[in-house]
T-cell receptor, first 112, second 111 residues
Framework: SQTIHQWPATLVQPVGSPLSLECTVE??????LYWYRQAAGRGLQLLFY??????ISSEVPQNLSASRPQDRQFILSSKKLLLSDSGFYLC???????????FGPGTRLTVL | GEDVEQSLFLSVREGDSSVINCTYT??????LYWYKQEPGAGLQLLTY?????DMKQDQRLTVLLNKKDKHLSLRIADTQTGDSAIYFC???????????FGTGTRLTVIP
């Protein structure tokens, strides 16, 4: 069966520090991968998606970036965090067909 | 992006039925989904419905789709305290790689 992992689970970082969040998927190959952000009390905002290694599409211009160095690995990064980057970051994957997306447990990021 | 709207809050008493509503704007939706998010957790796919269906039932969950009015609802029968969570509806549309999510409805079940 397929599983999706995210780490770390929680992170507290100072403004201006770098960021690296990791997401890995097991039990499937060539998945579509997604990064979403959920701000407090709000819905999900799609940040990036990837249909293959090295292929990244950005939905929102900001100081975040994403990379996909391996088929089942998706990384969200920033060189310098802003206060507004605080939120709950969710990784998701989908296969072909029904477009069902399956979510990881999320990372709670607090920027101070 | 596409506009998917939900009311923000719903409170029901334990044992009653809950109905969570969602409206969307894109009539070319292929599938519509309901996700559940418990506190501090990721989203769990509850159910989905193909756009040419009117209804889908899965145990305590009933999904109704009115494609003419672009209205989707999720009915939870015999609501339990464990059903307290945020419920998101989402749609997929042709040509888009991502799903479009509503803002979520926070369901509170009162014992």
């Amino acid at each position: 069966s397929q599983t999706i992992h995210q780490w770390p689970a929680t992170l507290v970082q100072p403004v201006g520090s770098p960021l690296s969040l990791e997401c890995t998927v097991e039990g499937t190959s060539n998945p579509n991968l997604y990064w979403y952000r959920q701000a407090a009390g709000r819905g999900l905002q799609l940040l990036f998606y990837s249909v293959g290694i090295g292929q990244i599409s950005s939905e929102v211009p900001q100081n975040l970036s994403a990379s996909r160095p391996q088929d089942r690995q998706f990384i969200l990064s920033s060189k310098k965090l802003l206060l507004s980057d605080s939120g709950f970051y969710l990784c998701a994957w989908s296969g072909a067909g029904l477009g069902l997306q399956f979510f990881g447990p999320g990372t709670r990021l607090t920027v101070l | 992006g596409e506009d998917v709207e939900q009311s923000l809050f719903l409170s029901v008493r334990e044992g009653d039925s809950s109905v969570i509503n969602c409206t969307y704007t894109d009539s070319s939706s292929t599938y519509l989904y309901w996700y559940k998010q418990e506190p501090g957790a990721g989203l769990q796919l509850l159910t989905y419905i193909f756009s040419n269906m009117d209804m889908k039932q899965d145990q305590r969950l009933t999904v109704l789709l009115n494609k003419k009015d672009k209205h989707l609802s999720l009915r939870i029968a015999d609501t339990q305290t464990g059903d307290s969570a945020i419920y998101f509806c989402a749609e997929s549309i042709p040509g888009a790689n991502n799903l479009f999510f509503g803002t979520g409805t926070r369901l509170t079940v009162i014992p």
